[in-house]
């Protein structure tokens, strides 16, 4: 069995390695011709995935009850998407 603090530092190198990934993917399309499409969506699944991360093991959600996690990983999804849309 996992205990807490192995839980917790293991979801914390997750969010320190999925942080670094969205600063490469930034050097990389800041030099590359390619489209911001790309980028947006990329770093924009990055925050999804982090924000899942937190909401389940930082907060704890993923044994609370489940409409409240699923508002929260809505949130987690819906904002993005909306960022998104905005800069497209």
């Known amino acids: 069995m996992i205990k807490a603090w192995q ?3 293991l979801s914390w190198g ?3 390695l999925l942080t670094l990934a969205s600063v490469a993917i930034g050097q990389y399309f800041q030099s590359s011709p390619f489209s911001a499409l790309g980028f947006i969506a990329m770093i924009m ?3 999804a995935m982090k924000g899942q991360q937190i909401i389940d093991v930082f907060m704890e959600l993923k044994h609370a009850p489940r409409l409240w996690r699923n508002i929260m990983l809505a949130y987690v999804v819906v904002v993005p998407f909306i960022i998104t849309l905005i800069y497209l």
Do not use: V
């Open 7 to 9: 839980r917790f530092a």
């Open 45 to 47: 699944l990055i925050i």
């Open 14 to 16: 997750w969010l320190i």
